[in-house]
């Protein structure tokens, strides 16, 4: 038996690691952007399953859907009147919000400071079907 073997495999992890797309992002070091507009968004990881992204509010959202992507929203900051579907709530820091695909969904900013949260969206998402249910 070669003993070497076990080595050459551990050797092979060891330098495919570096390849993967693991990776840690403190949101605390990206900050709102004063005065950009309503909507701040700082992309944080994407790939073919999944998009996330750092989201900064500073009024609202408008009501839309997405006809294929469910989303998971994360509330790091501030507090707002979220919209899902027919029911309408408040959200705070600390809340997790899920969205199923096809749900209408918005919110409305009800603090002095930006609702800041973090948005996971499945499968990978381009903006492209985004549907606006306001004008």
């Given at each position: 038996?070669?003993?070497?073997?076990?080595?050459f495999?551990?050797?092979?992890?060891?330098?495919?690691?570096?390849?993967?797309?693991?990776?840690?992002?403190?949101?605390?070091?990206?900050?709102?952007?004063?005065?950009?507009?309503?909507?701040?968004?700082?992309?944080?990881?994407?790939?073919?399953?999944?998009?996330?992204?750092?989201?900064?509010?500073?009024?609202?959202?408008?009501?839309?859907?997405?006809?294929?992507?469910?989303?998971?929203?994360?509330?790091?900051?501030?507090?707002?009147?979220?919209?899902?579907?027919?029911?309408?709530?408040?959200?705070?820091?600390?809340?997790?919000?899920?969205?199923?695909?096809?749900?209408?969904?918005?919110?409305?900013?009800?603090?002095?400071?930006?609702?800041?949260?973090?948005?996971v969206?499945?499968?990978?998402f381009?903006?492209?079907?985004?549907?606006?249910?306001?004008?």
């Open positions: 038996m070669n003993s070497s073997r076990p080595w495999g551990a050797a092979l992890l060891v330098l495919a690691s570096p390849c993967t797309a693991q990776s840690i992002t403190s949101v605390d070091e990206q900050a709102c952007a004063p005065n950009e507009g309503a909507v701040h968004v700082a992309p944080l990881y994407s790939d073919s399953t999944c998009s996330s992204f750092l989201i900064c509010i500073d009024t609202e959202v408008k009501t839309h859907l997405h006809r294929v992507h469910t989303e998971h929203v994360f509330v790091l900051d501030g507090e707002g009147m979220m919209r899902l579907g027919d029911l309408e709530r408040p959200v705070k820091t600390g809340d997790t919000i899920v969205i199923p695909a096809g749900t209408p969904h918005g919110v409305r900013v009800t603090s002095r400071k930006p609702l800041r949260v973090v948005s969206q499945s499968p990978r381009d903006g492209s079907d985004r549907v606006f249910l306001e004008p």
